[in-house]
């Protein structure tokens, strides 16, 4: 894209400049959608996503798990979602190794700065994760988020609504300071994340 210099009141504009312009909107302007309804109109360009993937007349929702019976046990695979924008580095590897000698639940694991998330992977436990616990003055540094389940039967469920996900920061509780320094807060501020 050539880079339009600016125009000085009065000056005259060519058709060079005017080409310029044209050819600047055109490259911006988008084309088509995958996986989303895209309509022009009057009043501007409106782009609409499906709440999940359609096959035929089932909807398929981010990360829907789907458990294969294999000579080792199971394999669980599931449908593409993201939190946060952030893809699983293992989205595409199914989870192995999967028995139905006890209920195994299915977690997004994720990392943190303790203001963004930074990766995720999904793995199995046989348990559940005890809950990440408040911090002080910022969120924790690792989100665990229960995605699904498997039975001892090898039915997999889901256990989130049918949409990508989104975790926030959220104030949880405050704790009055033992002493207090004046020009500070007299509190201290314990974070979580949520979604």
């Known amino acids: ?8 009141r009065g000056q005259p504009i060519t058709a060079d ?11 911006c302007q988008l ?4 996986g989303g309804i895209f309509k022009r109109g009057v009043g501007g360009t409106t782009i609409t996503f499906k709440a999940g993937q359609q096959q035929g007349q089932q909807t398929i929702c981010p990360f829907e798990p789907t458990a294969t019976a294999v000579s080792s046990g199971y394999q669980v695979s599931f449908a593409v979602g ?11 590897s199914p989870l192995t190794g999967v028995t139905t000698s006890a209920i195994n639940y299915f977690y997004l694991k994720c990392a ?35 995605i699904g389940y498997m039975t001892t039967a090898g039915v997999a469920t889901k256990t989130i609504p049918c949409s990508n996900i989104i975790a926030k920061i959220f104030p949880t ?19 979580n994340w949520g979604f």
């Open 1 to 8: 894209m050539a880079l339009i210099g600016k125009v000085q």
């Open 17 to 27: 400049m005017m080409n310029n312009i044209i050819d600047s909107i055109r490259e």
């Open 31 to 34: 084309q088509s959608v995958v």
């Open 82 to 92: 993201t939190i946060n924008g952030i893809l699983p580095t293992n989205m595409f």
């Open 112 to 146: 943190t700065d303790g203001k963004l998330l930074t990766t995720a992977v999904i793995e199995k436990d046989t348990s559940v994760r005890t809950p990440q616990a408040s911090n002080p003055d910022t969120a924790p540094t690792e989100l665990n988020v229960l």
């Open 173 to 191: 509780i405050q704790e009055d300071n033992v002493t207090y320094v004046a020009g500070e807060r007299n509190f201290k501020q314990y974070y």
